[in-house]
């Protein structure tokens, strides 16, 4: 398997629904209360958060190596 470019959006993305996953066990145990319309609002930042983590690791990247073809 060949080396593989770093991608932080998409742990950003996969941290955030581990974290909704983490919290709906916590609610469905009984351990965790929380309101259920929260989901929205927290995956909508976390998405966004990822996107801007995306654009800037492509800025950064694009900086570094502009020889470098995609």
């Known amino acids: ?5 770093f991608e932080p959006g998409k742990l950003v993305v996969g941290l955030v629904l581990l974290g ?7 609610a469905a145990r009984g351990d965790l ?3 259920s319309y929260m989901l929205l609002p927290v995956l909508g930042a976390g998405f966004c958060l990822a996107g801007v983590v995306s654009s800037v690791a492509f800025a950064v990247r694009r900086r570094r190596d502009p020889d470098r073809e995609r």
């Open 20 to 26: 909704c996953a983490v919290a709906y066990l916590g």
């Open 33 to 35: 209360h929380f309101p």
């Open 1 to 5: 398997m060949g080396r593989h470019d």
